[in-house]
Nanobody, 123 residues
Framework: QVQLVESGGGLVQAGDSLRLSCTTS????????MGWFRQAPGKEREFVAA????????DYAKSIEGRFTISLDGARTTWFLQMNSLKSDDSAIYYC????????????????WGRGTQVTVSS
């Protein structure tokens, strides 16, 4: 069974950086768009960033724009979320996801999901 596997989460202090990675395990997934979402305690899961398979298009949530960067490796099998200037509000479980659709940004457009990695930012 194909799975998406996140890594790179952890406990950091405000102002620090983290780099999350997402890779596929057990095969390949249709991924015209790859993305990151997050869910904080008591809140709904929200969009963070997305990138098109070609790398030619990216989109970001307003709350993280300018601080986070989504990217792909050369083989297009792993995608990353570089998170800089982290704030306590960024604390959440971060999920990677893949979509068969192009330019996907809504949760319902993504059909493959990882199990999540915890990011905790202490102030």
């Amino acid at each position: 069974q194909v799975q998406l596997v996140e890594s790179g989460g952890g406990l950091v202090q405000a102002g620090d950086s983290l780099r999350l990675s997402c890779t596929t395990s057990g095969g390949t997934v249709s991924r015209n768009t790859m993305g990151w979402f997050r869910q904080a305690p008591g809140k709904e899961r929200e969009f963070v960033a997305a990138i098109r398979w070609s790398g030619s298009w990216t989109d970001y949530a307003k709350s993280i724009e300018g601080r986070f960067t989504i990217s792909l490796d050369g083989a297009r099998t792993t995608w990353f979320l570089q998170m800089n200037s982290l704030k306590s509000d960024d604390s959440a479980i971060y999920y990677c996801a893949a979509s068969e659709q192009h330019f996907a940004t809504h949760e319902r457009e993504f059909n493959s999901w990882g199990r999540g990695t915890q990011v905790t930012v202490s102030s």
